[in-house]
């Protein structure tokens, strides 16, 4: 069955960078885009960022153009997201995400908590 499973989460001050990481098994990996979410408490779970199944095209929302990256490996089956100058607003639990055979399958999350 489908597997996400995520990691990098954590504590970091304003200003600093993350990393966040997820591992996918049980599907043709490289067939599939991925994506990654992220939900902060009391808001809706909002698409952070996209890549295509061959990485060629990468989607952004707005609120992190130009200072998060999501980038993936084919041979690994991992999806990353490089999160830099971060913000006390990018505060939330992020997921990983990807839509097989019309059904959406999501990790557990990894929360990432930007404060001084």
């Known amino acids: 069955q489908v597997q996400l499973v995520e990691s990098g989460g954590g504590l970091v001050q304003p200003g600093g960078s993350l990393r966040l990481s997820c591992a996918a098994s049980?599907?043709?990996?490289?067939?599939?885009?991925m994506s990654w979410y992220r939900q902060a408490p009391g808001k809706e779970r909002e698409l952070v960022a996209r890549i295509t199944s061959l990485g060629r095209t990468e989607n952004y929302a707005d609120s992190v153009k130009g200072r998060f990256t999501i980038s993936r490996d084919n041979f690994r089956n991992t999806v990353a997201m490089q999160m830099n100058s971060l913000k006390p607003e990018d505060t939330a639990v992020y997921y990983c995400?990807?839509?097989?055979?019309?059904?959406?399958?999501w990790g557990k999350g990894t929360l990432v908590t930007v404060s001084s």
């Open positions: 049980g599907f043709t990996f490289s067939s599939y885009a």
């Open positions: 995400n990807t839509r097989v055979s019309q059904s959406d399958y």
